[in-house]
């Protein structure tokens, strides 16, 4: 009798642990999924910050208009030819001091980056001079030194230098200044008249913007 009631108590005892043994290995198994959860997010936590740096290292983009700019202020160089005529050699100083832009017409046709700073500057408003005295050179070209200087500033006349600019008016248009020197025969004075017809040019580009 002692026994089956000992049994009878014991069974339950029995139930009870092995329910035990099931559950708490359930609990154990689930904290490595919390704590790789945990580790995922602090590890990306730590990754934010290079994101947030990523603009430090982003480099602007120059918009067209910066770009012309840029361009306008770095052209500087009054050579757009070499000095390799007479004539250049004995106005150095004078091309360099009136901030003329030289161009010897003789090392026409231009390469690319030639015309590109020929068209920008006939609309600059600056003075250029083109040297027409070895115009001999351009044989076998249709162009004569007109045609060529024409190009830029719609018009010019056959002589042994062409002074021009552009003055840009009111409305916002361009007015080209165009001044034919030619040398006259039996004298020496190509340098002299030069230096006038700069003068003139530029007596002329303050008279037509108080206008």
């Not at 430090?56 to 012309?68: G, V």
């Not at 408003?125 to 060529?148: H, K, Q, V, W, Y």
């Not at 719609?154 to 002074?163: F, K, Q």
Request: aromatic share 8%; proline share 5%.
């Amino acid at each position: 009798m002692t026994f089956r009631k000992l049994a009878f108590w014991c069974m339950p005892l029995c139930i009870l642990a092995a329910a035990a043994f099931v559950y708490f290995p359930d609990v154990a198994t689930s904290n490595p999924t919390v704590i790789g959860q945990t580790v995922s997010e602090k590890v990306t936590t730590e990754e934010q910050p290079q994101d947030y740096l990523q603009p430090l290292f982003t480099q602007e983009t120059p918009t067209e208009t910066r770009k012309e700019e840029l361009a306008e202020i770095q052209d500087t160089n009054p050579w757009i030819s070499l000095a390799s005529t007479e004539l250049s050699s004995e106005l150095y100083d004078f091309i360099e001091s009136e901030h003329l832009r030289y161009v010897d017409i003789s090392t026409y046709p231009f390469d690319l980056e030639t015309e590109s700073r020929l068209r920008a500057l006939s609309q600059s408003g600056e003075i250029l001079m083109f040297d027409n005295t070895e115009a001999d050179r351009l044989s076998g070209l249709t162009e004569t030194p007109s045609d060529i200087v024409s190009r830029y500033f719609g018009t010019a006349a056959e002589a042994d230098v062409i002074i021009a600019t552009s003055v840009k008016t009111s409305d916002g248009g361009i007015h080209y200044l165009v001044l034919p020197v030619a040398k006259q025969e039996e004298a020496d004075s190509l340098p002299e008249d030069i230096k006038v017809a700069v003068a003139l040019l530029k007596q002329e580009k303050v008279t037509r913007k108080t206008m």
